[in-house]
C-alpha cells in the first residue's frame, strides 16, 4: 500500500508537505505516521472514514494543535508546531465544519473582525463593505456585505467562512466536510468558487467522506486510515470504489451506500425490487393536515398530509431547517400540534404520551443522537432501554437483570463495539454510538419508524449495515418516514421521496422518477 | 468470533472498566484533601506551631475521647441530610441553595407537630409523625422553586437562595412572637416525640448530643443510593439531570420530575431538622440551622453527589468543626474554617483536573482495546 505513496513532486516547493506526523490525544492515537503532499494550483480531496485523523492532521496545518512528532512545512518552508496566528499570516486559512460567525453582525464586520480597517480610532466600515464587496466579485462568491449573518442560508453563511479565509490573503483553504449542510445547487456554487481558487493558483484541501464529490472536484486524492496515510493516487482514472476500498480496507457494496449518485442503474434495480413484489399494504402512518410553529412561534409546518404505508420507506429530502425536525417531534409527540391528526395503525396519537405512542408501537431514530438520542454518560446497558425502562421494572426497582441480559443480545445483535454493557456511550465511535439507537429502536416490535439523519457522522462501514437494517424493516411490513439531508441516502433507501422546503411537501416522487438533478431544484424551492 | 483471544481481552477491559470508574469516583477528593492537608500545614507553620502537634490535637477532641466522637457524629448527622438534599436535586441537574431554610422549616414542622401532639402519646407513634412532619414541611418548602422552575423556568439557584431569607424570616416571627418562651426564641419542651440520645444506650457518650437521628440519616442514604441508582425514578431523575432532552425523548415527564426532586430534596433537608429539635434538644430553638444547609452544598461537592461518599464527606467536615473548639488553644479556631475553605477550594480545582486525567487514561486502554478487537476481528473474517 505504501508503495503507492511515492512523492512525484514537481519541481519547487510544495504548497503543502506534511511528513510523517503523530499526533495523540492523552493515549489515544489519532494520527500515526499521517503525510500529506499537495502542489500549488491544485484541488485536493482528503478522505477517510469517520476517526480516520483527517480533521486533527488539517488543524495541526492550521496552526491549531501541534504535533508530537512529524514534520510540517508550508512553501518549502518547515512551520513544525506553528500557532494559528503564524498559519494565517502565512496564508493558511481553515473554514470548519461548524461555523464561527457572530450572528448578530454583518456580512462585512464579520469578514473584518480582527483585522477592521480604522479610520482613527474607530472601525472604517464602509472601506470594509467596499473591500468584501470587492473580494465577493473577484473570487465569484455572491453575498450581500451588508446582510445580518443571522439572516443568512448555510450556504451563505459558508461563504462568508471562506471569505474571512481569503480576506486573510489565504492561498491554502483548508475545507473540513464544507457540503455536509448544503443543497446541490450550493454544492456545484462551491465548486465553481473552488476552481476558481486553483486556476488562481491557490492550494484547496477538502476534507469529505462523500466519493462523488471526490470525483467531481478533486485534482488528487490521498486516503487516511485509522490515524496514517494508507494512498494517495491522482483523480483521473479512478472510481468511487477504488478509493472506497483504500477507505475501508475491503470492498464494499458501493451501489447501497450513502457514497453518491455513483451507479443509477443498478441503484434503480435494487430498490426497485422490494415495492414491486410486495403487494402495498394499508396506511399505517397517517398525517393529515398538519400545522406546527417552531421554537420561535413561526409557522415551521404548514397544511401537511402525507401517508407511509407498511412495506414502504418514504423519504423526505430537503435542506435542513425547512420543518423536518418540527415535524419528527410532532410525531414523536415532543412538540404539539396547533391544528391536524396523526394516526398510527388507525390510532389517533393526539394527547398520547411519549411513552404511550411507543406502546403503540412508534421507534424513533432521533436526529441528533448526542443531544436526543443518548445518555452520554450513561452506559450501554443503560442506554438500550432509554424510552423502554417501564418494561425493565420490578417492584424492588430495575431489573438489573433483565437490563444485562438485554445488553448483552442487542450488542451481539447489531455488533456494537466493544461488546462492554457497561462502558458509558461517551466512549464509543460515532458509528457504534448510533448502533447504539438503531438497536434500540429497531431491536424491539414496532410499527411505524422514524429514521432521521440514521447515517450522519457514521463511517462507510456502518452505514452499509444500517441501510441494511432499515431495508429489512422494510421487508418485514413496517413504515418508515426517512428524513435525510443526505439526497444521495434518500435515494438509495426511499420507495417514494418527498422534497420537503418551507414546512411543506413541494413534491411526491416514485423512486424511479427521481434523481438529485430533478429534486435539487424543488429543495431550494426554485421548482416549488 | 475469534474465540479465546478477543473474549480474554473483553474481559479484562470490562475489569479495568470497573476500576478506572472506582478510581475515577475515590482518587479525585482524595488528591484535594492531600493538597487541602499541605496548605493546612503552611497555615500552621506561619502561626509558628508544629503541624503535628495541632493535627494532634485535633484527632484527640474529636476521636480521642466517646464525648469528641458523640459530637462528631451529632454533626455528621445534619450535614449527611443536607448533603444529601444538595445531591440529590444535583443528579436531577438542579442547585438547590435553599437546604438551610428547609432545615429549619423541617425542624419547626416536627417542634409543630410535637407540641401539638398529646404528651402521653407512645414514641412508636409519635416520633415517625413528627418525622414525617419534618419532610413533609422541608418538601414544601423545596417544591415551591421546583414548580416555579417546572412551571415558568425560574431559576432554582435565586429563587431557593431568596427563599431562604423568606423562611428563616418567617420562622423568626412566628417563633417570636407566638411560641416562644419568654425572654428566648426558643419554643417550650416537647414531650411527644423526642428520641434518644446515644448516651441512653451506651453511657459513655454522655453529654454528647449524638441521637437515633444519625440512623435515620444514614437510612436516608441508603434510601438515596437505592432510589437514584436501582429504581426506574432513579434512572430518570439522572437523565434529566444529564440530558434533559434525551430524558424527554425517552419518555419522562422533565417538568414533573424537576419538581418532585426539589421536593424530595426539601425532605431530606427537613429530615436534618429532627436531629436538633428532636434528637438533641427536645425543642425548637431560632438560627438553629448555622450554616448547616450551606455547608451541606461542600460536603455533597467533596461526596461527589453520591449518597455514601457524602457520609464519608459529613465526618470529615463534622470533624473539622468540631476540631476547631480542639484546637482553639493553640491555634485560632478559625483555623479549621479556613481548612474547611481550603478542602472546598481544592476539590472544586483538583477534581475536573483529576478526572480530566483518569478519562485519558480510560481513552487510552480504550483505543488500546478497540485496536486489539479490530486486528483480532480482521483475522477472524
Given at each position: 500500500m505504501n508503495a503507492v505513496l511515492s512523492t512525484d513532486a514537481p519541481a519547487g516547493p510544495l504548497a503543502i508537505d506534511i511528513e510523517s506526523v503523530v499526533k495523540t490525544f492523552g493515549g489515544v492515537v489519532a494520527n500515526r505516521d499521517a503525510s500529506l503532499q499537495v502542489p500549488h494550483g491544485e484541488i485536493h480531496a482528503l478522505v477517510g472514514e469517520n476517526g480516520a485523523g483527517k480533521s486533527t492532521l488539517m488543524r495541526v496545518l492550521a496552526g491549531m494543535y501541534a504535533p508530537d512528532a512529524g514534520r510540517v512545512r508550508v512553501n518549502g518552508q518547515d512551520v513544525t508546531g506553528w500557532k494559528t496566528t503564524e498559519a494565517i499570516a502565512a496564508g493558511v486559512g481553515m473554514v470548519h465544519q461548524h461555523f464561527m460567525l457572530v450572528p448578530t453582525l454583518t456580512v462585512a464586520e464579520n469578514v473584518v473582525l480582527g483585522i477592521e480597517p480604522r479610520a482613527g480610532w474607530q472601525v472604517d466600515l464602509p472601506r470594509a463593505v467596499r473591500e468584501v464587496e470587492a473580494l465577493c466579485r473577484k473570487c465569484g462568491l455572491h453575498v450581500d456585505p451588508e446582510a445580518l449573518v443571522a439572516d443568512l442560508s448555510v450556504g451563505e453563511a459558508q461563504?462568508?467562512?471562506?471569505?474571512?479565509?481569503?480576506?486573510?490573503?489565504?492561498?491554502?483553504?483548508?475545507?473540513?466536510?464544507?457540503?455536509?449542510?448544503?443543497?446541490?445547487?450550493?454544492?456545484?456554487?462551491?465548486?465553481?468558487?473552488?476552481?476558481?481558487?486553483?486556476?488562481?493558483?491557490?492550494?484547496?484541501?477538502?476534507?469529505?467522506?462523500?466519493?462523488?464529490?471526490?470525483?467531481?472536484?478533486?485534482?488528487?486524492?490521498?486516503?487516511?486510515?485509522?490515524?496514517?496515510?494508507?494512498?494517495?493516487?491522482?483523480?483521473?482514472?479512478?472510481?468511487?470504489?477504488?478509493?472506497?476500498?483504500?477507505?475501508?480496507?475491503?470492498?464494499?457494496?458501493?451501489?447501497?451506500?450513502?457514497?453518491?449518485?455513483?451507479?443509477?442503474?443498478?441503484?434503480?434495480?435494487?430498490?426497485?425490487?422490494?415495492?414491486?413484489?410486495?403487494?402495498?399494504?394499508?396506511?399505517?402512518?397517517?398525517?393529515?393536515?398538519?400545522?406546527?410553529?417552531?421554537?420561535?412561534?413561526?409557522?415551521?409546518?404548514?397544511?401537511?398530509?402525507?401517508?407511509?404505508?407498511?412495506?414502504?420507506?418514504?423519504?423526505?429530502?430537503?435542506?435542513?431547517?425547512?420543518?423536518?425536525?418540527?415535524?419528527?417531534?410532532?410525531?414523536?409527540?415532543?412538540?404539539?400540534?396547533?391544528?391536524?391528526?396523526?394516526?398510527?395503525?388507525?390510532?389517533?396519537?393526539?394527547g398520547l404520551s411519549v411513552r404511550q405512542r411507543a406502546d403503540a408501537g412508534l421507534s424513533h431514530i432521533p436526529e441528533d443522537r448526542h443531544r436526543r438520542g443518548l445518555v452520554l454518560d450513561y452506559s450501554i446497558a443503560d442506554n438500550l432501554i432509554l424510552g423502554q425502562q417501564h418494561r425493565f421494572t420490578t417492584r424492588a426497582g430495575l431489573d438489573q437483570a433483565h437490563i444485562q441480559r438485554h445488553a448483552a443480545e442487542q450488542v451481539a445483535r447489531f455488533d456494537i463495539r466493544p461488546p462492554l454493557p457497561a462502558l458509558p456511550a461517551r466512549a464509543l465511535s460515532g458509528g457504534n454510538q448510533q448502533k447504539i439507537v438503531i438497536a434500540r429502536e429497531m431491536g424491539r416490535d414496532f410499527g411505524v419508524l422514524l429514521a432521521a439523519q440514521p447515517t450522519r457522522g457514521v463511517d462507510v462501514g456502518a452505514i452499509e449495515f444500517i441501510h441494511a437494517q432499515l431495508r429489512a424493516a422494510r421487508d418485514a411490513g413496517k413504515a418508515i418516514l426517512l428524513i435525510s439531508a443526505d439526497l444521495s441516502e434518500v435515494l438509495a433507501l426511499a420507495d417514494r421521496v418527498a422534497v420537503m422546503y418551507r414546512g411543506r411537501f413541494v413534491t411526491v416522487l416514485p423512486r424511479q422518477a427521481c434523481s438529485a438533478e430533478l429534486l435539487g431544484p424543488y429543495m431550494t424551492g426554485a421548482a416549488a | 468470533?475469534?474465540?479465546?483471544?478477543?473474549?480474554?481481552?473483553?474481559?479484562?477491559?470490562?475489569?479495568?472498566?470497573?476500576?478506572?470508574?472506582?478510581?475515577?469516583?475515590?482518587?479525585?477528593?482524595?488528591?484535594?484533601?492531600?493538597?487541602?492537608?499541605?496548605?493546612?500545614?503552611?497555615?500552621?507553620?506561619?502561626?509558628?506551631?508544629?503541624?503535628?502537634?495541632?493535627?494532634?490535637?485535633?484527632?484527640?477532641?474529636?476521636?480521642?475521647?466517646?464525648?469528641?466522637?458523640?459530637?462528631?457524629?451529632?454533626?455528621?448527622?445534619?450535614?449527611?441530610?443536607?448533603?444529601?438534599?444538595?445531591?440529590?436535586?444535583?443528579?436531577?441537574?438542579?442547585?438547590?441553595?435553599?437546604?438551610?431554610?428547609?432545615?429549619?422549616?423541617?425542624?419547626?414542622?416536627?417542634?409543630?407537630?410535637?407540641?401539638?401532639?398529646?404528651?402521653?402519646?407512645?414514641?412508636?407513634?409519635?416520633?415517625?409523625?413528627?418525622?414525617?412532619?419534618?419532610?413533609?414541611?422541608?418538601?414544601?418548602?423545596?417544591?415551591?422553586?421546583?414548580?416555579?422552575?417546572?412551571?415558568?423556568?425560574?431559576?432554582?439557584?435565586?429563587?431557593?437562595?431568596?427563599?431562604?431569607?423568606?423562611?428563616?424570616?418567617?420562622?423568626?416571627?412566628?417563633?417570636?412572637?407566638?411560641?416562644?418562651?419568654?425572654?428566648?426564641?426558643?419554643?417550650?419542651?416537647?414531650?411527644?416525640?423526642?428520641?434518644?440520645?446515644?448516651?441512653?444506650?451506651?453511657?459513655?457518650?454522655?453529654?454528647?448530643?449524638?441521637?437515633?437521628?444519625?440512623?435515620?440519616?444514614?437510612?436516608?442514604?441508603?434510601?438515596?443510593?437505592?432510589?437514584?441508582?436501582?429504581?426506574?425514578?432513579?434512572?430518570?431523575?439522572?437523565?434529566?439531570?444529564?440530558?434533559?432532552?434525551?430524558?424527554?425523548?425517552?419518555?419522562?415527564?422533565?417538568?414533573?420530575?424537576?419538581?418532585?426532586?426539589?421536593?424530595?430534596?426539601?425532605?431530606?433537608?427537613?429530615?436534618?431538622?429532627?436531629?436538633?429539635?428532636?434528637?438533641?434538644?427536645?425543642?425548637?430553638?431560632?438560627?438553629?440551622?448555622?450554616?448547616?444547609?450551606?455547608?451541606?452544598?461542600?460536603?455533597?461537592?467533596?461526596?461527589?453527589?453520591?449518597?455514601?461518599?457524602?457520609?464519608?464527606?459529613a465526618l470529615l467536615f463534622a470533624t473539622l468543626s468540631q476540631g476547631g473548639l480542639a484546637v482553639n488553644a493553640i491555634v485560632p479556631k478559625q483555623l479549621t474554617d479556613i481548612l474547611t475553605a481550603v478542602v472546598i477550594l481544592s476539590v472544586a480545582t483538583a477534581v475536573p483536573e483529576v478526572q480530566r486525567q483518569l478519562r485519558a487514561a480510560a481513552a487510552s486502554t480504550m483505543a488500546a482495546l478497540t485496536r486489539a478487537q479490530q486486528t483480532s476481528g480482521g483475522r477472524a473474517s
Amino acid at each position: 500500500m505504501n508503495a503507492v505513496l511515492s512523492t512525484d513532486a514537481p519541481a519547487g516547493p510544495l504548497a503543502i508537505d506534511i511528513e510523517s506526523v503523530v499526533k495523540t490525544f492523552g493515549g489515544v492515537v489519532a494520527n500515526r505516521d499521517a503525510s500529506l503532499q499537495v502542489p500549488h494550483g491544485e484541488i485536493h480531496a482528503l478522505v477517510g472514514e469517520n476517526g480516520a485523523g483527517k480533521s486533527t492532521l488539517m488543524r495541526v496545518l492550521a496552526g491549531m494543535y501541534a504535533p508530537d512528532a512529524g514534520r510540517v512545512r508550508v512553501n518549502g518552508q518547515d512551520v513544525t508546531g506553528w500557532k494559528t496566528t503564524e498559519a494565517i499570516a502565512a496564508g493558511v486559512g481553515m473554514v470548519h465544519q461548524h461555523f464561527m460567525l457572530v450572528p448578530t453582525l454583518t456580512v462585512a464586520e464579520n469578514v473584518v473582525l480582527g483585522i477592521e480597517p480604522r479610520a482613527g480610532w474607530q472601525v472604517d466600515l464602509p472601506r470594509a463593505v467596499r473591500e468584501v464587496e470587492a473580494l465577493c466579485r473577484k473570487c465569484g462568491l455572491h453575498v450581500d456585505p451588508e446582510a445580518l449573518v443571522a439572516d443568512l442560508s448555510v450556504g451563505e453563511a459558508q461563504r462568508v467562512e471562506i471569505l474571512k479565509a481569503l480576506y486573510r490573503g489565504a492561498r491554502v483553504l483548508i475545507l473540513d466536510e464544507p457540503t455536509a449542510v448544503l443543497s446541490p445547487p450550493e454544492v456545484q456554487e462551491l465548486w465553481t468558487v473552488l476552481r476558481a481558487l486553483r486556476d488562481d493558483g491557490g492550494t484547496v484541501v477538502l476534507i469529505t467522506h462523500k466519493l462523488d464529490e471526490v470525483i467531481a472536484v478533486s485534482d488528487t486524492i490521498t486516503v487516511m486510515r485509522a490515524g496514517a496515510t494508507v494512498s494517495r493516487f491522482a483523480t483521473a482514472g479512478t472510481t468511487p470504489r477504488d478509493i472506497a476500498r483504500a477507505m475501508v480496507g475491503r470492498d464494499v457494496n458501493l451501489h447501497l451506500d450513502a457514497l453518491g449518485a455513483v451507479d443509477a442503474a443498478a441503484l434503480s434495480t435494487t430498490s426497485a425490487a422490494p415495492t414491486a413484489g410486495a403487494p402495498r399494504r394499508d396506511a399505517r402512518l397517517v398525517v393529515h393536515n398538519l400545522h406546527l410553529r417552531s421554537d420561535r412561534g413561526t409557522p415551521a409546518v404548514s397544511d401537511l398530509s402525507f401517508e407511509v404505508a407498511g412495506g414502504e420507506i418514504l423519504g423526505v429530502a430537503g435542506v435542513e431547517g425547512n420543518g423536518q425536525t418540527e415535524l419528527l417531534e410532532a410525531i414523536a409527540g415532543l412538540r404539539p400540534l396547533q391544528q391536524g391528526r396523526i394516526e398510527l395503525d388507525a390510532r389517533l396519537l393526539s394527547g398520547l404520551s411519549v411513552r404511550q405512542r411507543a406502546d403503540a408501537g412508534l421507534s424513533h431514530i432521533p436526529e441528533d443522537r448526542h443531544r436526543r438520542g443518548l445518555v452520554l454518560d450513561y452506559s450501554i446497558a443503560d442506554n438500550l432501554i432509554l424510552g423502554q425502562q417501564h418494561r425493565f421494572t420490578t417492584r424492588a426497582g430495575l431489573d438489573q437483570a433483565h437490563i444485562q441480559r438485554h445488553a448483552a443480545e442487542q450488542v451481539a445483535r447489531f455488533d456494537i463495539r466493544p461488546p462492554l454493557p457497561a462502558l458509558p456511550a461517551r466512549a464509543l465511535s460515532g458509528g457504534n454510538q448510533q448502533k447504539i439507537v438503531i438497536a434500540r429502536e429497531m431491536g424491539r416490535d414496532f410499527g411505524v419508524l422514524l429514521a432521521a439523519q440514521p447515517t450522519r457522522g457514521v463511517d462507510v462501514g456502518a452505514i452499509e449495515f444500517i441501510h441494511a437494517q432499515l431495508r429489512a424493516a422494510r421487508d418485514a411490513g413496517k413504515a418508515i418516514l426517512l428524513i435525510s439531508a443526505d439526497l444521495s441516502e434518500v435515494l438509495a433507501l426511499a420507495d417514494r421521496v418527498a422534497v420537503m422546503y418551507r414546512g411543506r411537501f413541494v413534491t411526491v416522487l416514485p423512486r424511479q422518477a427521481c434523481s438529485a438533478e430533478l429534486l435539487g431544484p424543488y429543495m431550494t424551492g426554485a421548482a416549488a | 468470533m475469534s474465540g479465546p483471544s478477543a473474549s480474554g481481552a473483553a474481559g479484562s477491559a470490562s475489569l479495568s472498566a470497573t476500576t478506572l470508574r472506582a478510581l475515577e469516583a475515590v482518587l479525585p477528593p482524595v488528591v484535594a484533601l492531600c493538597i487541602a492537608a499541605v496548605i493546612g500545614d503552611l497555615l500552621i507553620l506561619s502561626f509558628g506551631e508544629s503541624p503535628a502537634a495541632v493535627y494532634a490535637l485535633l484527632i484527640k477532641g474529636t476521636w480521642g475521647n466517646p464525648y469528641g466522637i458523640g459530637q462528631v457524629l451529632y454533626k455528621t448527622t445534619t450535614l449527611t441530610c443536607t448533603g444529601l438534599a444538595f445531591a440529590l436535586a444535583g443528579r436531577a441537574g438542579l442547585f438547590n441553595v435553599g437546604a438551610e431554610g428547609q432545615l429549619a422549616a423541617g425542624g419547626f414542622g416536627a417542634a409543630l407537630l410535637g407540641l401539638a401532639l398529646p404528651s402521653g402519646l407512645p414514641g412508636l407513634l409519635a416520633v415517625p409523625l413528627c418525622v414525617m412532619a419534618a419532610m413533609l414541611t422541608g418538601a414544601g418548602v423545596g417544591a415551591v422553586p421546583g414548580v416555579l422552575r417546572a412551571r415558568f423556568g425560574a431559576s432554582e439557584v435565586i429563587v431557593t437562595i431568596m427563599l431562604n431569607f423568606i423562611v428563616l424570616a418567617l420562622l423568626n416571627w412566628v417563633v417570636s412572637t407566638h411560641l416562644h418562651l419568654p425572654e428566648t426564641l426558643r419554643t417550650p419542651d416537647i414531650h411527644a416525640g423526642t428520641l434518644p440520645r446515644l448516651a441512653d444506650w451506651f453511657a459513655v457518650f454522655s453529654g454528647s448530643a449524638a441521637n437515633a437521628v444519625l440512623l435515620l440519616a444514614l437510612a436516608a442514604a441508603a434510601a438515596s443510593w437505592w432510589l437514584l441508582f436501582r429504581t426506574r425514578s432513579g434512572y430518570e431523575l439522572r437523565a434529566v439531570g444529564l440530558q434533559p432532552d434525551a430524558a424527554e425523548y425517552g419518555g419522562v415527564h422533565v417538568p414533573r420530575v424537576m419538581w418532585t426532586s426539589m421536593a424530595l430534596s426539601g425532605a431530606l433537608a427537613g429530615l436534618g431538622g429532627v436531629n436538633f429539635v428532636l434528637g438533641y434538644k427536645g425543642y425548637y430553638e431560632d438560627g438553629f440551622a448555622g450554616g448547616a444547609g450551606f455547608l451541606g452544598i461542600a460536603v455533597a461537592l467533596v461526596g461527589r453527589n453520591h449518597p455514601f461518599g457524602i457520609v464519608l464527606s459529613a465526618l470529615l467536615f463534622a470533624t473539622l468543626s468540631q476540631g476547631g473548639l480542639a484546637v482553639n488553644a493553640i491555634v485560632p479556631k478559625q483555623l479549621t474554617d479556613i481548612l474547611t475553605a481550603v478542602v472546598i477550594l481544592s476539590v472544586a480545582t483538583a477534581v475536573p483536573e483529576v478526572q480530566r486525567q483518569l478519562r485519558a487514561a480510560a481513552a487510552s486502554t480504550m483505543a488500546a482495546l478497540t485496536r486489539a478487537q479490530q486486528t483480532s476481528g480482521g483475522r477472524a473474517s
